[in-house]
T-cell receptor
Framework: EAEVAQSPRYKITEKSQAVAFWCDPISGHATLYWYRQILGQGLELLVQFQDESVVDDSQLPKDRFSAERLKGVDSTLKIQPAELGDSAMYLC??????????????FGPGTRLLVL | AQTVTQSQPEMSVQEAETVTLSCTYDTSESDYYLFWYKQPPSRQMILVIRQEAYKQQNATENRFSVNFQKAAKSFSLKISDSQLGDAAMYFCAYRRESNTDKLIFGTGTRLQVFP
């Protein structure tokens, strides 16, 4: 069964350093999401792509976070500079989203970030 | 704005017993989707069950079923014949009917299953 791939699985970095996370959605999935999950809290959407276009980045801290999906397939989320409060699990999800019945989101294993 | 509330941070159940996890939501929309996702420890989040708001019949997936009360804006998950592998964080999520809208998640309920 096809899965969403993410790397790295774990990342430890120091404050003010740059980090990048990669996500490869399920083949053919037009919509890609990046979520942040802070321990003990729910998931917060950071950015949503439809193909290569950003459709929602209202919760993305744009002064330090950036995301791209240049060819409408895989995606990279970057943080520069990292801050202590960025320690969290970063989850990528994808969905077909071309019709009413194709809106289920499938999640990757996540990247756990620890900022020291 | 839409919100999702899970008022039970933790629940526990004996193996083979039944447990119900609560979820309420707030929306002014009439057409939307509701989901329950399961996140096992150190494993990825997977979809357990989904419900379309326009369907009156409650969704069922094997041992998992929902009690969808649209007027009350309630969407509880019932797990029957609980198994040790059901231990996980369970998240309730909402999405309105739209080409671009996002999932809105509750804060989760941690379910422990005791032998």
């Amino acid at each position: 069964e096809a899965e969403v791939a993410q790397s790295p699985r774990y990342k430890i970095t120091e404050k003010s350093q740059a980090v990048a996370f990669w996500c490869d959605p399920i083949s053919g999935h037009a919509t890609l999401y990046w979520y942040r999950q802070i321990l003990g809290q729910g998931l917060e959407l950071l950015v949503q792509f439809q193909d290569e276009s950003v459709v929602d980045d209202s919760q993305l801290p744009k002064d330090r976070f950036s995301a791209e999906r240049l060819k409408g397939v895989d995606s990279t989320l970057k943080i520069q500079p990292a801050e202590l409060g960025d320690s969290a699990m970063y989850l990528c999800a994808s969905s077909l989203r071309r019709s009413r019945d194709q809106e289920t989101q499938y999640f990757g294993p996540g990247t756990r970030l620890l900022v020291l | 704005a839409q919100t999702v509330t899970q008022s039970q941070p933790e629940m526990s159940v004996q193996e083979a017993e039944t447990v119900t996890l609560s979820c309420t939501y707030d929306t002014s929309e009439s057409d939307y989707y509701l989901f329950w996702y399961k996140q096992p420890p150190s494993r990825q989040m997977i979809l357990v069950i989904r419900q379309e708001a326009y369907k009156q019949q409650n969704a069922t997936e094997n041992r998992f079923s929902v009690n969808f009360q649209k007027a009350a804006k309630s969407f509880s998950l019932k797990i029957s014949d609980s198994q040790l592998g059901d231990a996980a964080m369970y998240f309730c999520a909402y999405r309105r009917e739209s080409n671009t809208d996002k999932l809105i998640f509750g804060t989760g309920t941690r379910l422990q299953v005791f032998p």
